[in-house]
Each structure stands twice: as C-alpha cells, then as structure tokens.
C-alpha cells in the first residue's frame, strides 16, 4: 500500500469503528431498557419494543458485533473482516425488513424513520464493498 492508500484506509477503518461502536452503544441502551422506561413512553412506541422478536435482536446484534469486529479486523488488514461486514449485512437487512415491512414503525415515527436504516444499509455495503476490494487487490492477509 502507498502513503496515501495507507492514510485514507486507516481513516475508513477508525470512522468504521466508531460508527460500529455507536451501534453496539445503542444496542445495549436497548437491551438494557426496563419495563418501567418502557412504560413511560407514548403507548404505540411502547408497543414497538414490546413486540421485537427474539430473531430481530439476534439479527441486531449479528449486525452490530459483526461490523465492529470487521471493522477492527479491517484496521489490522485481516481477511477475516469481509466475512464478518458480510455477516454483518446479513443482519442489518434482516433488521431492516422487519423495520420497513413487519412493524408498525412508519405509522408511528413517520417515514423520516427510514433515513437511518437506509444510512446503516449503505455503510454496512460499503464497508463490504471496501473490504472486498482490498481482499482482492491483495492488501489483506
């Protein structure tokens, strides 16, 4: 790798983790909400958490550990990292249908409440995308 490619890889790869590591933040904020703040919130917004799936919250954490380990395997240039931003995009688009097309979430939040599971879709590609490319350029080991 070349300066340059060197400077803007580490540069992807440190906004990868924090961004991955924002998700894990708000993953466990998730976990961790009690039945009483969940109470305190409007009645369809409490209906929202109330009815996630057990396979939602594996898909969100699938979605969450993957890209953050990726993107830590991706700063240290190991292959590994295009394996778990796959794994991680299976897990967000899973998340994501169930977000768009199995909830209620557009008719509570309105459909603004599409942005950020589009920005999260679009990253998670182009870690994949980007992680894939240096696998095949050969500047991971």
Request: proline share 2%.
């Amino acid at each position: 790798m070349d300066a340059i490619t060197i400077k803007r890889h580490k540069i992807i790869s440190y906004s990868a983790i924090a961004w991955n590591f924002l998700g894990l933040l708000a993953f466990i904020m998730q976990q961790l909400m009690t039945k009483e703040s969940i109470h305190s919130l409007p009645i369809a917004e409490q209906e929202l958490y109330t009815n996630l799936p057990a396979w939602y919250t594996i898909a969100y954490a699938i979605g969450v550990f993957g890209g953050l380990l990726g993107s830590i395997f991706l700063l240290q240039r190991k292959k590994i990292s295009v394996t778990l931003f796959l794994i991680s995009l299976i897990g967000i688009l899973v998340q994501t249908i169930y977000t768009f097309f199995m909830s209620n979430t557009f008719t509570v939040y309105g459909y603004g409440a599409a942005l950020l599971p589009l920005f999260v879709v679009f990253l998670a590609v182009f870690l994949y995308a980007y992680s894939w490319s240096l696998n095949k350029e050969g500047y991971l080991k």
